[in-house]
């Protein structure tokens, strides 16, 4: 990286705020795999929608289990649901609009009106079909997520990218005599790269929002491991008399979304040398 | 004379337009020896950098390029871009106008000057960089080993200009052609980049061609100039013979409309009267009729063909301005 990267992005004040969400969110997972206050699937009738406490610091939900604990477990499910669907979807769409950008022409057209049918398309559907053929589960969550993350990604790769082509430093790349795949992955990608990573954090935040709703809808994580979607259609049954069980897994959604878009946001300020003091 | 370095017949190109194809050029030929410095001149949107851009290759998409184009004793239309590549940035290579968009802002500018040397020498690491070190003081930017890391929005116009003379001169190219190269830098700087071309020409032994608009500037730093108007050459010869004569009527309006420094003080900027033609439509003749005081109805059949007031230099005109004095 350059030169004084690390202080810089110590200074960007949003960045510092997303990564320590960022970080909260990989803390839970990772804790999770270590310790949680109880064993996460533990029910426990008795003591069902009792207030937080010394033993239960967020209390249980309507079958007794440790609301901590479910969070710190559905904390896995979402982030391996937005790595995989954001992952896969990234690569895939990015190599295709980069691909129609480069050659134009007939590879162009084939590829953005792919992009178009799958659009044309609704997810949902798409995710329902899956879960036909597949059975629901995480895997199938993160696939319709990830297959509808693709023309996403390859559309707004393909335009950033005839942006760049029409620059000049890329017509002086040419006459250096630098071939499509050389110019694609030197000057091209670099150049279009914060576009794509803000894309891909507010992709991310959307995975998890997919996740929780498919889960909520039934298609995503299966009974009984907890998912944060889950736990909020869960809730909803007991909106009236337990309202305060919605907002946990609410909240904990909304803080990995800010935090994801926050540290999107900062990461395209802090890659563009322009912003940078470097050494003169 | 020994085969020429660059050998253009005919070159016609072509572009789709609203209203079907429109030909942009429409014949030029000419040759250029090795060593040779050229001036091409004329107005915006004349084809003079669309001539620079069919010799690099480089035609917009949809283009079509009839005639010849040979470049060392090769034909070079039609090759495959693989070949182009080869000869792109080695043997032909292009400073551009705009030094502010034509270097890539993310990377630093020794990884840039040295791009050519990694393509076309296979070039890496500490060679690569020395290299480029050494490139950046042949084009005397100051303090070039500290800037090696530099990016190009810490440079001025100036240099930056010298970055991208660098980069085209990495690999030693027989023809560089410099497409306006000083239009977009201020008067003292367009100066010293144009000293610097000259010097490094000489040294090289590389041909020039020099794509301006700019007779004063052409006249100073290059052996013969071609005069281009509506995508044909309309004059050519030794810069001296052609400057002295002024024999084609547009040359001549093109040097009667350059601004003078210590003009009486409420003289009119002279202008030539009329305006650029669309190129969808211009006829077979001369392009210049539709604007030239000398101009009659024999002018618009057909191109009319060269005369030779003197040795080399050549006129397309039916009724050229006489020698003055």
């Not at chain 1, 909106?239 to 999107?264: K, R």
């Not at chain 2, 500290?146 to 930056?160: C, E, N, V, W």
């Not at chain 2, 006129?315 to 006489?322: E, G, Q, S």
Request: one cysteine or more; hydrophobic letters at 50%.
């Amino acid at each position: 990286m350059r030169p004084g990267f690390a202080r810089r992005a110590l200074r960007h004040r949003s960045f510092v705020a997303g990564a320590a969400l960022v970080t909260l969110l990989l803390g839970a997972a990772a804790l999770s795999w270590l310790w949680t206050p109880w064993p996460a699937t533990e029910i426990d009738v008795p003591r069902k929608l009792a207030p937080p406490s010394a033993a239960h610091w967020l209390g249980t939900d309507g079958l007794g289990r440790d609301i901590v604990s479910l969070l710190l477990v559905g904390a896995r499910g979402s982030l391996a649901v937005g790595l995989a669907a954001v992952g896969g979807g990234a690569l895939a769409g990015i190599a295709l609009g980069l691909l129609a950008a480069a050659r134009r022409g007939v590879v162009d057209e084939l590829v953005m009106r792919s992009a178009d049918f799958a659009f044309a398309f609704p997810a949902l559907l798409t995710a329902i079909m899956l879960t036909a053929v597949r059975g629901p589960g995480l895997a199938t969550a993160a696939l319709a997520i990830g297959l509808f993350n693709v023309p996403v990604f390859a559309r707004i790769t393909r335009a950033s990218a005839r942006g760049v082509w029409s620059r000049d430093f890329v017509l002086a790349a040419r006459a250096c005599g630098q071939g499509r795949l050389a110019i694609t992955l030197e000057h091209v990608l670099p150049n279009i790269a914060p576009v794509l990573i803000v894309q891909a954090t507010t992709q991310f935040a959307l995975a998890i929002l997919a996740e929780a709703a498919l889960s909520y809808l039934g298609l995503g994580t299966q009974p009984p491991t907890p998912s944060w979607g889950r736990m909020l259609n869960e809730a909803q049954t007991l909106m009236f008399q337990a309202p305060w069980l919605a907002w946990w897994p609410g909240l904990a959604i909304a803080l990995s979304v800010l935090g994801l878009n926050l540290v999107g946001d900062g990461l395209r300020d802090l890659l563009d040398p322009r912003l940078a003091r470097g050494p003169r | 004379m020994n085969a020429p370095l660059l050998d253009l017949r005919d070159l016609r190109v072509t572009l789709p337009g609203a209203r079907g194809e429109v030909a942009l050029l429409r014949g030029v030929s000419f040759t250029l020896h090795a060593g040779e410095t050229v001036g091409l001149i004329g107005e915006s949107g004349c084809g003079k950098s669309l001539t620079a851009l069919a010799l690099m290759g480089l035609l917009p998409p949809g283009a079509r390029a009839d005639g010849s184009l040979r470049f060392e004793g090769r034909e070079r239309l039609g090759q495959d871009e693989a070949a182009w590549c080869a000869l792109r940035g080695d043997r032909v290579a292009m400073v551009f106008q705009e030094p502010m968009t034509a270097l890539n802002p993310l990377h630093p500018i020794g990884r840039q000057v040295a791009e050519p040397l990694r393509i076309h020498r296979g070039l890496s690491g500490v060679a690569a960089r020395s290299e480029a070190l050494r490139l950046l003081d042949r084009v005397q930017l100051p303090n070039a080993a500290q800037r090696l890391d530099a990016y190009p929005h810490q440079l001025s116009g100036g240099q930056r200009q010298r970055v991208g003379i660098a980069m085209a001169l990495a690999c030693g190219p027989d023809l560089l052609i410099a497409d306006e190269p000083t239009t977009a830098l201020d008067v003292s700087t367009q100066r010293e980049i144009l000293e610097l071309i000259d010097g490094l020409v000489r040294d090289s032994g590389m041909a020039l061609l020099l794509i301006s608009h700019d007779l004063g500037l052409m006249a100073r730093h290059v052996g013969r100039v071609m005069v281009m108007y509506g995508g044909r050459l309309v004059e050519s010869g030794p810069t001296a013979a052609v400057f002295e004569r002024l024999a084609h009527p547009y040359t001549r309006a093109l040097a009667g409309a350059r601004p003078r420094l210590g003009a009486t003080r409420g003289t009119r900027l002279a202008t030539i009267p009329g305006r650029v033609p669309d190129a969808a439509e211009l006829g077979p003749g001369c392009p210049f009729a539709g604007r030239c005081p000398r101009a009659g109805d024999d002018c618009l059949p057909a191109m009319p063909p060269a005369v030779e007031p003197g040795p080399g230099h050549a006129v397309h005109c039916l009724r050229p301005h006489p020698p003055t004095g």
